[in-house]
């Protein structure tokens, strides 16, 4: 079955520190999607990111990127000069031949000023 | 363009009653997804409907819970006799596919906090 892993369930920086969210999945499947999202305190989910299983070369949006490793399992997201506008609960999610995403318990990432 | 929307956003009933709630997907897609997401946890599957019908409602926890979607846009989630361990978050979802490919990330609406006393 498949299970999303999301070992810090919280963590606390000051703004501009570099923060990185682990992800570790499970899936019996070859081909599989991984997401993130991010829950800010209004409570809606937001979309930030997909990849699939057949790419593995890491991603860069501004000052998000996401790292993934088919070798351990891991999808991992790192914000780099933290703000204040970053703090929220993030979630990793998986797709794979199931018709529901699977997530994982959610990190909440406060940062300070 | 506009997002998912549900509504009421918040309901709050009493053990026994029954509820409905609502989610309006994104113009378009034929795949929509509701999820329960209780206090400090990820969301957790219900159900999911492509176009009219039911594809996989294994996320259901029991009988008291029903959806449906006629026309295959809104879709409406009903439980009945509720409980008070069903307070939590309901979140609705909608994507263009549901399989491989591109179009499958789905979108959240704002969900509905249900509260039964």
């Known amino acids: 079955a498949q299970k999303v892993t999301q070992a810090q369930t919280e963590i606390s920086v000051v703004e501009k520190e570099d923060v990185t969210l682990d992800c570790v999945y499970e899936t019996r499947d070859t081909t599989y999607y991984l997401f993130w999202y991010k829950q800010p305190p209004s409570g809606e989910l937001v979309f930030l990111i997909r990849r699939n299983s057949f790419d593995e070369q890491n991603e860069i949006s501004g000052r998000y990127s996401w790292n993934f490793q088919k070798s351990t399992s891991s999808f991992n997201f790192t914000i780099t000069a933290s703000q204040v506008v970053d703090s929220a609960v993030y979630f990793c999610a998986l797709k794979d031949a199931g018709n529901m995403l699977t997530f994982g318990g959610g990190t909440r990432l406060m940062v300070k000023p | 363009g506009a997002g998912v929307s549900q509504t009421p956003s918040n309901k709050v009933t009493e053990k026994g009653k029954y509820v409905e709630l609502r989610c309006d997907p994104i113009s378009g897609h034929t795949a929509l997804y509701w999820y329960r997401q209780s206090l400090g946890q990820g969301p957790e599957f219900l159900i999911y409907f492509q176009g009219t019908g039911a594809a996989d409602d294994s996320g259901l926890p029991n009988d008291r819970f029903f959806a449906v979607r006629p026309e295959g846009s809104v879709s409406t989630l009903k439980i009945q006799r509720t409980e008070r361990g069903d307070s939590a978050v309901y979140l609705c979802?909608?994507?263009?596919?549901?399989?491989?490919?591109?179009?499958?990330?789905?979108?959240f609406g704002p969900g509905t906090r249900l509260t039964v006393l």
């Open positions: 979802a909608s994507s263009l596919t549901n399989g491989v490919g591109g179009g499958n990330e789905q979108f």
